[in-house]
């Protein structure tokens, strides 16, 4: 299992003897702040990788093994809200508080396509973002109070 605090680290944990095994490496100091706040944390399907949404505009990938950051990306204009990895393990999705989703190529880690799916609610936005597990859809919720499915 994985899981992020919020110190702004992120842990993986074993579930069977409920202990902590690792923590992923992060670019924190003492002071840290709202902006190394992460707001997602997901496990790609099929390979040890994490990768997590923060409130700086990033999204960062870690090794599994050795707990290494191996990239990270600004990825939108305000907080990146939600994740995630089509079931294939080729897509990452991301939601951001600046109404836009974002479709990127997780070999290349380039954006392959942007759309605006929600409009703004009290500085917030897009809440969550997911693929079917065997169809060609993609579903997002907002602030805005709904829920979409895009085909």
């Known amino acids: 299992m994985v899981a992020s605090f919020s110190k702004g680290y992120t842990s ?20 840290a702040n709202s902006s190394c706040q992460i707001n997602r944390v997901i496990s790609h399907p099929t390979l040890p990788i994490s990768i997590t949404a923060h409130e700086d505009r ?7 093994n050795t707990g290494k950051l191996i990239h ?4 939108h204009l305000e907080a990146v809200t939600s994740l995630a990895v089509d079931p294939n393990g080729l897509y990452l999705m991301s939601g951001s508080h600046d109404c836009s989703i974002r479709l990127w190529n997780l070999e290349s880690k380039t954006c392959i396509q942007e759309f605006t799916a929600h409009r703004k609610k009290f500085e917030e ?27």
């Open 12 to 31: 993986i944990f074993n579930m069977e003897t409920r202990q902590r095994v690792l923590t992923l490496e992060s670019n924190l100091d003492s002071t």
């Open 58 to 64: 990033h999204i960062k990938f870690y090794d599994n």
């Open 125 to 151: 936005s897009i809440h969550d973002v997911a693929f079917h597990p065997s169809k060609c859809y993609i579903a997002s919720a907002g602030a805005d109070a709904l829920a979409k499915v895009f085909v």
């Open 72 to 75: 990270s990306m600004v990825a």
